[in-house]
């Protein structure tokens, strides 16, 4: 009889074992920050038309509704509590941002809106927006500040990568061999 409570207990342990590496949506656990981004996120606006663009959507809707843990709308307009991710976005009232020294990988990510909490997130490029996208769900999960938003992220170095050759421990376990 203990055997077989021990083989269920052993069963129903899960075992990090690092495979969604920074990719983790759990909901945040902080009620009052949830709220608070719960409240000024409800919708993205998101034209998509490339193969990039179409894997930095899916991302960003997977991550605000596993941070958020409520559905996320998807609109045409111009919505309060929007994000809109766009390629060189310009509108009436947005200050006038130079796409082009964001160079391949740059992107910025502003508050177009403080009242209506509508924030924009836009590159020169898809590959900016999908680091962009990136660059906005860290904030979320490592409960920043998103109002008031201005950042301006332009790489000093060409193609991010992730050394997968480390073990989560830091130890190599293979090397390059």
């Known amino acids: ?5 021990f083989i269920f207990g052993v069963a129903a342990l899960r075992a ?3 495979y969604r590496l920074w990719l983790r949506y759990d909901k945040i656990d902080d009620p009052i ?18 193969a990039t663009s179409i894997v930095a959507k899916k991302e960003l809707l997977d991550g605000l509704q ?9 609109s045409t307009q111009l919505v309060t509590n929007s994000i809109i991710v766009a390629l060189n976005y310009t509108s009436q009232g947005a200050t006038r941002k130079n796409y082009d020294s964001l160079g391949r990988e740059g992107f910025v990510i502003f508050t ?4 209506r909490h509508i924030t924009v997130i836009s590159a020169h ?6 680091y962009g996208v990136f660059y906005f769900l860290r904030m979320i999960h490592t409960h920043q500040s998103i109002a008031g938003l201005n950042v301006i992220s332009v ?8 050394n997968h050759w480390d ?8 090397g390059y061999a």
């Open 125 to 130: 490029t898809d590959a900016g927006i999908l």
């Open 112 to 115: 177009l809106n403080a009242k």
């Open 33 to 50: 920050l949830l709220q608070q981004y719960q409240s000024r996120i409800s919708t993205i606006n998101f034209p998509t038309n490339s």
């Open 167 to 174: 073990n989560l421990n830091r130890i190599v376990e293979r």
């Open 16 to 18: 990090e074992d690092g």
């Open 155 to 162: 790489p000093k170095i060409q193609n991010r990568i992730l």
């Open 1 to 5: 009889c203990l055997l077989v409570y």
């Open 66 to 74: 596993g941070l958020l843990n409520k559905k996320i709308n998807e």
